[in-house]
């Protein structure tokens, strides 16, 4: 059937160079820089034993090791959506005691909000997979109706810790955590040396963490772009020809720009600009 043969709607003056593809499109995005203060450390049994009896702790290292990110949609208001991430980010402390260095883990969770434009669609995509349930003769299984939400997608560098405190019981807590240790997936606490605790001795950890993110909502499309056909690349395949160090070091060129001073500095926005709209 030749009104088969273009099923994107193109016809034979458009030319071979023309293709339809089907990606997602960013609908609405934003970045963002949080200072997330007095962050509430879920500790190990043994980090909370240390901490009962020292008040030197430092930050050896941190790592964003998982996120959660939900999306909803916002009431009385049509196509906009509320993006709610929660970052897991593990901490490697340092405390003196009784003049010896011991380490011990912790985990900070970060939560976060924004309102993205993510526009309106009432299909419903069903797609083939090898997931037996798409089987054409299996059994049918009764379907979900659920509206057809966007994609968000958030991109985070890791982060940048601030400070670092131990802190009584008695003191009033302004922690903008409330998280316990049953709400930290088991992809989180497999890396952590020992089991977290909620901590109920008589003293906590906090920490201040600052968080650089983009955020942003997709949803899937079809386009019509320009395109040329794949060609085979002309370089072949090298194989390492010499298992010495040695020659690898000497074939390796000088890295000169890793010795020279960047000349102007990046352009740094001011800490007061705005970000996502919370």
């Known amino acids: 059937m030749p009104e088969n043969r273009f099923p994107c709607g193109l016809n034979n003056q458009a030319g071979r160079d023309l293709v339809c593809i089907e990606t997602n499109r960013i609908l609405d995005s934003c970045r963002d820089r949080d ?16 901490i009962e009896h020292t008040s030197s702790v430092r930050v050896r290292c941190s790592e964003l090791v998982s996120a959660n990110i939900s999306i909803d949609s916002v009431r009385f208001n049509h196509g906009f959506y509320s993006v709610n991430i929660k970052f897991f980010v593990k901490l490697t402390f340092e405390a003196c005691v009784g003049g010896h260095p011991q380490e011990f883990d ?8 924004v309102v993205l434009f993510g526009g309106e669609n009432q299909s419903k995509s069903f797609r083939s997979n090898e997931d037996s349930s798409n089987d054409y003769c299996a059994v049918p299984h009764p379907c979900a109706c659920t509206k057809n939400l966007p994609t968000a997608v958030v991109d985070v560098v890791e982060p940048i810790i601030l400070g670092v405190r131990v802190m009584e019981t008695a003191n009033e807590c302004c922690c903008c955590c409330c ?14 040396n020992g089991v977290l605790s909620d901590g109920e001795g008589r003293k906590y950890l906090v920490v201040s963490i600052g968080l650089f993110s983009v955020v942003r909502i997709v949803r899937p499309g079809q386009y019509l772009i320009q395109a040329t056909e794949y060609s ?14 040695c020659c690898v070091f000497q074939s390796m060129p000088f890295p000169t720009a890793e010795f020279c001073s960047q000349g102007k500095p990046h352009h740094v926005d001011s800490i007061g600009g705005k970000g996502c709209n919370c």
Not at 36 to 47: A, H, K, Q
Not at 106 to 113: D, H, I, N, R
Not at 232 to 242: A, H, I, Q, Y
């Open 232 to 245: 085979v690349p002309d370089k072949e395949c090298v194989s390492r020809e010499n298992d010495d160090p």
């Open 179 to 192: 998280c316990t240790a049953c709400d930290v997936p088991g992809s989180v606490t497999s890396g952590i």
């Open 35 to 50: 200072c997330f203060e007095n962050v509430r450390v879920l500790l190990t049994d043994y980090g909370c034993e240390i």
């Open 106 to 113: 912790g985990v900070a969770v970060l939560e976060k909000s």
